[in-house]
């Protein structure tokens, strides 16, 4: 069974730019959460993609996007990046069925800085 | 909506000493509760969680948590502990029925001294 993945594993960005970022869901999941963790903080949900439409969004501006594939991988978008942006991002795949409380698993993260 | 306090940001503790790691939560409609640990530079690992019934829950790696309805509290505890569980440990909630997003606390730093 394959866990969670992300890519890239690190990276740099200058204010204003644009960055996407992946994740691959555990096998057999349908559900991607995203949450974003700054530096000495808890995580924050950001959104969530349930057979590819969002099903819940935190607090977080439009230029937070995202995308879910068929394969149920999934992308966030940050456009006009912010210093504040950056963060570890993670994202987290359930399985989403009746009844269930569909427990998350995350997986390493990306650490994204912004310059 | 949902809220979640851990009244301690570090707890050092020496090896083989027992450690509590506190918890308190805010919701007006039930909840589902967890406890998440996550060593440097990776990602969130569950180590237990309550979802319903007996009201102290076993986790991975000897950790167990108790729900306290009245107190609203879901405190994590450990009887005695390694250097290997060095880590930031997070509680957070969801709400029950529909787990769509979890709220974390702000993270316990515990530290296994010597």
């Known amino acids: 069974e394959t866990g969670v993945t992300q890519s890239p594993t690190h990276l740099i960005k200058t204010r204003g730019q644009q960055v996407t970022l992946r994740c691959s869901s555990q096998?057999?999941?349908?559900?991607v959460s995203w949450y974003q963790q700054a530096l000495g903080q808890g995580p924050q949900f950001i959104f969530q993609?349930?057979?590819?439409?969002?099903?819940g969004r935190g607090n977080f501006p439009p230029r937070f996007s995202g995308l879910q594939f068929p394969n149920y991988s999934s992308e966030l978008n940050v456009n006009a990046l912010e210093l504040d942006d950056s963060a570890l991002y993670l994202c987290?795949?359930?399985?989403?069925?009746?009844?269930?409380?569909?427990?998350?698993?995350f997986g390493p993260g990306t650490r994204l800085t912004v310059t | 909506a949902q809220s979640v306090t851990q009244l301690d940001s570090q707890v050092p503790v020496f090896e083989e000493a027992p450690v509590e790691l506190r918890c308190n939560y805010s919701?007006?409609?039930?909840?589902?509760l967890f406890w998440y640990v996550q060593y440097p530079n990776q990602g969130l690992q569950l180590l237990l969680k309550?979802?319903?019934?007996?009201?102290l829950v076993k986790g991975i790696n000897g950790f167990e948590a108790e729900f306290n309805k009245s107190q609203t509290s879901f405190h994590l505890r450990k009887p005695s502990v390694h250097i290997s569980d060095t880590a930031e440990y997070f509680c957070?909630?969801?709400?029950?029925?529909?787990?769509?997003?979890?709220?974390f606390g702000s993270g316990t730093q515990l530290t296994v001294l010597p």
């Open positions: 987290a795949s359930s399985l989403m069925t009746s009844g269930s409380p569909h427990e998350q698993y």
């Open positions: 096998s057999g999941h349908n559900t």
């Open positions: 993609y349930y057979r590819e439409e969002e099903n």
């Open positions: 919701s007006s409609v039930s909840v589902y």
């Open positions: 309550y979802l319903s019934g007996s009201t």
């Open positions: 957070a909630v969801s709400r029950s029925g529909s787990a769509r997003q979890l709220t």
